[in-house]
């Protein structure tokens, strides 16, 4: 279904409705015992029912949790608004939408964007804020951080406002969540520019934003992201972070697992091999790997959008790589960090998870005993970071110099000195 016409789509909207009203009655819920659990009117189920409604992502996921369908629902919606949006006109958007949009600071404005045709409770699939948000995502990794943080920063600004003026329940916990997704993704830019109180910030207002609007599903998230500004920053980068604080934000996310698509999961377990390893714990590493290969198989296109757009199989291969460098072991480090490099090597998309995999690998080179190797890997992924304004990339290509210090007397390593230090 990746890219269908609009009769197409609004037949898959009717099937996903078929869909909730089967679980609910195999839940033994009828529509007015069912819309309290998800804080929606009886109305509105018997719309989204029928297909004549469309609702927010977090409606399905509380559906979800509800019912329990193993996010069987919320996956089928992401489907279905990755199909439409790739189908989407450029011209869709109306006019009034985006007069709207220059001034969301009234309720009018809200009510405007909520209601534009075509579009139910903000998330519709020609919404303008919805695609923003996530095509903001999914540039974090192919844009230097400093083109892009000060979009993001304007984008989340304006669904703040919106989100502050938001008079009905429904409309508010949509524009809730894209608030939250919007919140992670300046968290990880204000990270790559070294602001790590800022990053800490952004992510703890959305793992709080998550809590309050009772969404499983924002607070794991948020905890995702959070955990790695805690565990990575001790174990990869030069700077002060607390590892277990970031394995037990990943505990919490984890036990939402059901509420998260296959490749949060995989995250989730990756984010925590990485930790095991740098504990030197490589059977709980091993396992962790092992289950984010699992969530990795069943990942599928509609799940690889916003923040999880970076997630494949070469992603897993970069955190596998890295596992056995943490864990001593460099020769298989280097067979995988080899592979996940070249399976980067022309993905524009995720130009920052490339240059990462190259720092480690030229840490595995040094460990594996290619020293020069390691050293012109080590100083031309520098100057790549260097010019693309990465701050917490130089960091980590730091944090691998300094692993070359008992080789501090050799020519390669004080050439590859004078030139990080120009």
């Known amino acids: 279904m990746s890219s269908v016409p609009p009769q ?9 409705g078929q869909m909730l009203a089967r679980s609910r009655k195999a839940a ?12 929606y009117g009886r109305s509105t189920i018997a719309n989204v029912e029928t297909g004549r409604q469309r609702v927010g ?10 019912l329990g369908t193993g996010g069987r629902l919320s996956r089928e919606y992401d489907r279905i608004r990755l199909a439409s949006t790739r189908y989407m006109p450029s011209g869709m958007a109306t006019t009034q939408t985006f007069q709207a949009a220059a001034d969301p600071s009234s309720s009018t404005a809200v009510e405007t964007v909520a209601r534009t045709p075509g579009t139910d409770y903000l998330m519709g699939e020609w919404n303008s804020f919805s695609t923003l948000t996530s095509m903001l995502a999914q540039q974090r990794q192919a844009v230097s951080p400093d083109a892009l943080l000060g979009l993001i920063e304007a984008h989340r600004d304006c669904l703040s406002t919106l989100y502050r003026k938001a008079g ?18 300046a968290s990880r830019l204000w990270s790559a520019q070294g602001n790590r109180g800022l990053a800490l910030a952004h992510c703890a207002y959305s793992r709080q934003l998550g809590d309050r609007l009772g969404s499983r599903r924002i607070s794991a998230t ?19 972070g607390d590892i277990m604080i970031g394995l037990r934000l990943l505990d919490e996310a984890a036990r939402a697992s059901t509420e998260l698509s296959p490749a949060a999961r995989a995250r989730v ?3 925590q091999a990485q930790a095991y390893a740098a504990l030197r714990l490589p059977r709980e590493a091993t396992a962790a790997l092992a289950r984010a290969k699992a969530a990795v198989n069943d990942v599928s296109p509609a799940d690889c959008v916003g923040l ?7 992603r897993l291969h970069v955190y596998a790589g890295t596992c056995h460098l943490l864990l001593g072991q460099p020769h298989q480090a280097v067979t995988v960090l080899e592979s996940a490099v070249q399976m980067l090597e022309h993905d524009h998309a995720n130009v920052n998870v490339a ?4 720092v480690d690998l030229a840490s595995a080179y040094a460990e594996a005993g290619e020293l020069e190797q390691s050293c012109t890997l080590l100083g031309n992924t520098y100057d790549q970071l260097k010019a693309g304004g990465n701050h917490r990339g130089i960091a980590r290509a730091q944090r691998a110099r300094q692993r070359l210090a008992r080789w501090r007397d050799e020519p390669v390593v004080l050439e590859l000195e004078e030139q990080m230090a120009a």
């Open 28 to 39: 033994g819920y009828t529509q007015e015992t069912f819309a309290p659990r998800v804080s």
């Open 269 to 271: 377990a990756a984010e």
């Open 308 to 314: 999880y757009s970076d997630w494949s199989g070469a």
């Open 222 to 240: 948020a905890r995702i992201f959070e955990s790695n500004l805690h565990s990575e920053a001790a174990t990869l980068i030069d700077a002060d």
């Open 8 to 16: 197409d789509v609004a037949k898959a909207w009717i099937a996903l």
């Open 57 to 66: 992502r977090d409606f399905w996921t509380r559906s979800d949790e509800v």
């Open 355 to 358: 240059l990462a995999a190259a």
């Open 168 to 185: 009905r329940a429904p409309i508010r916990a949509d524009i809730g969540a894209m608030l939250a997704e919007a919140s992670i993704v």
